[in-house]
């Protein structure tokens, strides 16, 4: 049972170009996010999605888009790479609802834009 | 709209000693309510949450937490610290477990 899993998990991206961050998980859990984590902000919504096909907006959704096409997939689109988008990215899971659930998170993706 | 307050952004506490972490939390309803740890290079790990019931609740790797709703506080202590609890620990609340809200963190070294 290998959790969430997000690859790569480290990345230098020159401005302007394109990424994905890809996320997996095979817990069967209905609820994906993608956090960003910034030196002394704590981690940051960007988007998350309550099930297939279903995405919204988290705080801060800016230069970035995400899909929800499978239950197990969440990937995250960086279209036009800033040096703002500089940060850690955390992908993360989880089933509300359920007993003692909670939010399982990726070890993260490093990236770098310069 | 929700936030969380960690007034402390790092401690340093000798081997052995008690910890806590503080926490503040502002939020509309009853809040769902987190402690989250971060070792260096890894994802967040969660220690403990309250729901409801019992205001102390008991996480792992010994560690417990209380909830105050008149000071809207979700404090997080340990009686005896080991050098592996150095580490990141982030509060965090929301609705349920999603759409959380961290907390900016607060850096624990631990010293011999």
């Known amino acids: 049972n290998a959790g969430v899993t997000q690859t790569p998990k480290f990345r230098i991206l020159k401005i302007g170009q394109s990424m994905t961050l890809q996320c997996a998980q095979d817990m069967n859990h209905n609820y994906m996010y993608w956090y960003r984590q910034d030196p002394g902000m704590g981690l940051k919504l960007i988007y998350y999605?309550?099930?297939?096909?279903?995405?919204d907006k988290g705080e801060v959704p800016n230069g970035y888009n995400v899909s929800r096409s499978t239950t197990e997939d969440f990937p995250l689109r960086l279209e036009l790479a800033a040096p703002s988008q500089t940060s850690v990215y955390f992908c993360?899971?989880?089933?509300?609802?359920?007993?003692?659930?909670?939010?399982?998170f990726g070890q993260g993706t490093r990236l770098t834009v310069v | 709209a929700q936030s969380v307050t960690q007034p402390d952004i790092h401690i340093t506490v000798s081997e052995g000693a008690s910890l806590e972490l503080r926490c503040n939390y502002s939020?509309?309803?009853?809040?769902?309510l987190f402690w989250y740890v971060q070792s260096p290079g890894q994802g967040l790990q969660l220690l403990l949450k309250?729901?409801?019931?019992?205001?102390l609740v008991q996480g792992i790797k010994g560690f417990e937490a209380e909830f105050k709703r008149s000071q809207s506080s979700f404090n997080l202590r340990k009686p005896s610290v080991h050098w592996s609890d150095a580490a990141e620990y982030f509060c965090a609340v929301g609705p349920r477990d999603y759409k959380l809200s961290f907390g900016a963190g607060t850096t624990v070294t631990v010293r011999a």
């Open positions: 999605s309550v099930g297939a096909g279903i995405t």
């Open positions: 309250y729901f409801s019931g019992d205001t």
């Open positions: 993360a899971s989880s089933n509300p609802g359920q007993a003692g659930t909670e939010a399982f």
């Open positions: 939020y509309g309803a009853t809040p769902y």
